[in-house]
């Protein structure tokens, strides 16, 4: 089977979702020829001049073909020239959208017209290309939502994904929760698929030093650093868990973002022993995990939080913000904390709770292994595949 994968992924930097779409269509190639098409908008000639002139740093090309271990994916390129800014200053979005769909036809015609399956992850643009190239090509169509693809739609777009959504053969979400959510943006759900995000259960695995270190706590977070994913708590967080905890405490912020600066200067303020890592290579990740003896997911918004499951495969437990599939993610209604009032201190104790009394490493790590199991959801979104008549049967399965 032949299958064309649609990305929207930022290849320099780490996250969640370049993490779990790679690793999907990874595992996806060991049983089919895949291929992956990445949108990505860069800044052409002129206006990369114009933006050194003005001090600001200009949107770069990829390279046209990047490799992530064995899996090749061609970058779409899409310039964004004076005349793109001219469409966007004049709100001409459904123009632009043309023309970047135009660009996917006339640059891979050839390739997307062998193809037997074409699965966008990420709901818009990626989503909607899909549905067009599939109207273009008469093929079968799937979208994978990861999060912030539902949670912060536009209202613009709205309408152009919820006629994708209704038309794929299936669309796949990594929590529940967020098929919720895309309920109440009116999207029907008769097509829809739960399919959790699993763990390298290899890679992360729980540490013997980390087990066996007697002195001192170590309170870690791993994110974007950005109001979504909470990263504007971590100060208050940080300062309220060092006046609770009876242990010395350092903390680790593993990540990037608009809000990096901001931040070491405030915990600087507040002298906090605070290590900032800036993004780290997946390979890595879990050595510098090892240390912790807690994980803060402090979230607005997530569609399920794989750094949970990655923690949790650790033994390391997790204190999560009640919210999004972070719930789902996180099995033990307890290391909840509710947003609103006083949230910083709720999420300082119960931090404070889980270093000092927490479930045994054992049964954080069997709970990821019962529930998140990439081969189950391999095996789901393989037999859609055929059920959509890549190996013949036809017509849409409602979960």
Request: aromatic share 10%.
């Amino acid at each position: 089977m032949k299958i064309l994968f649609l990305t929207n992924l930022r290849l320099d930097k780490p996250g969640g979702l370049l993490k779990a779409s790679l690793e999907r269509i990874s595992r996806h190639q060991q049983y089919n020829d895949c291929y992956v098409i990445n949108n990505n908008y860069c800044d052409s000639g002129s206006i990369r001049c114009l933006k050194r002139i003005l001090g600001r740093q200009p949107a770069d090309c990829y390279e046209e073909e990047y490799f992530a271990g064995s899996l090749k994916i061609r970058n779409i390129n899409f310039q964004k020239t004076p005349k793109f800014f001219a469409k966007n200053l004049l709100r001409m979005d459904h123009s632009i959208l043309e023309d970047l769909i135009d660009t996917y036809i006339k640059k891979y015609r050839g390739l997307i017209a062998g193809m037997d399956i074409i699965h966008a992850h990420f709901g818009f643009p990626s989503g909607y290309i899909a549905y067009r190239l599939s109207r273009e090509f008469k093929i079968p169509y799937f979208i994978t939502f990861h999060g912030s693809d539902i949670n912060y739609i536009s209202a613009k777009n709205l309408p152009l994904l919820l006629e994708a959504m209704e038309q794929a053969e299936n669309c796949f979400f990594v929590s529940r929760q967020l098929c919720r959510t895309a309920r109440e943006l009116a999207y029907s759900g008769s097509n829809a698929a739960i399919t959790y995000n699993g763990v390298d259960l290899d890679l992360f695995q729980i540490p013997q030093a980390r087990k066996d270190r007697k002195e001192g706590k170590v309170v870690g977070f791993v994110g974007s650093l950005i109001k979504t994913k909470g990263a504007d708590f971590l100060p208050e967080i940080f300062a309220k868990i060092s006046d609770l905890s009876r242990a010395k405490v350092d903390f680790v912020i593993v990540g990037d973002g608009e809000l990096r600066t901001a931040l070491e200067h405030e915990c600087e303020l507040r002298k906090l022993a605070v290590r900032f890592t800036g993004y780290v290579a997946s390979e890595d990740l879990a050595d510098l995990m090892g240390s912790f003896d807690v994980l803060l997911v402090p979230s607005r918004n997530e569609g399920l939080g794989l750094v949970i499951l990655e923690a949790y495969a650790m033994g390391i437990p997790v204190a999560g913000a009640n919210v999004g599939g972070i719930p789902e993610a996180i099995g033990f209604p307890d290391n909840l904390v509710d947003p609103g009032a006083d949230f910083e201190a709720k999420m300082a104790q119960k931090a404070v709770e889980l270093m000092e009394q927490a479930e045994a490493p054992e049964v954080y790590r069997r709970y990821v292994e019962e529930n998140f199991d990439w081969d189950r959801t391999i095996e789901t979104e393989l037999s859609k595949y055929v059920a959509a008549g890549a190996g013949g049967g036809g017509g849409r399965s409602g979960y």
